[in-house]
């Protein structure tokens, strides 16, 4: 059974270890380089004071999988819209810790009463447009050769999902504050 809950400074390494192999192996972040320790706690650090950073245990204890909400845009217009992310393990793939981490940041942002989901997707991969696709995103579109990596040039997909539809939304909760 997979279990999701909040991550900690604690849990920095494990989440590094998932990241590393994406920016030295594939183009799917634009990253060249893999961020040291510190700058990749101070990211989760930083990200907790405003958004949810989820991670997936397996039966273990081991992490497998991570989820995070960041700003849209730093601008008030944009309080309700966020950019979300999620990683799996290489070894987990397939488990569905993505879905159930999803499913689980998708509650906890809309307790923040953010409205508007956006994930920004290597064009070329064509698993992470499915699986958006599969949580109910949409395609909005395309930056063309907008990324370079590999001695490549990459698009760059946006998908776009609604928690709720509102004229007037509640005012945003940063997630330190959220009541649980």
């Known amino acids: 059974m997979i279990t999701i809950r909040t991550a900690t400074e604690k849990d920095t390494e494990a989440l590094h270890e998932i990241y590393e192999p994406y920016v030295l192996d594939t183009p799917i972040t634009f990253e060249y380089l893999v961020p040291s320790l510190e700058e990749f ?40 819209a966020v950019e979300v992310t999620v990683y799996v393990s290489k070894k987990a793939q397939g488990m569905g810790a993505g879905k159930l981490l999803y499913q689980a940041l998708e509650k906890e942002l809309g307790a923040q009463n953010v409205v508007s989901l956006t994930a920004c997707i290597t064009g070329q991969n064509e698993h992470s447009i499915r699986f958006h696709e599969n949580m109910g995103y949409r395609y909005v579109g395309v930056f063309e050769k907008i990324g370079y990596k590999f001695e490549t040039w990459y698009d760059v997909v946006w998908m776009q999902k609604q928690l ?17």
Do not use: C, M
Request: glycine content about 8%; overall charge negative.
């Open 41 to 80: 706690r101070g990211r989760i650090i930083d990200t907790l004071t405003n958004y949810p950073y989820l991670v997936a245990e397996d039966d273990g204890g081991r992490i497998i999988g991570y989820a995070y909400a960041h700003e849209y845009k730093a601008r008030t217009a944009y309080d309700w």
């Open 164 to 180: 709720t539809q509102t004229d007037e939304p509640a005012a945003f909760i940063p997630y330190s504050q959220l009541k649980r």
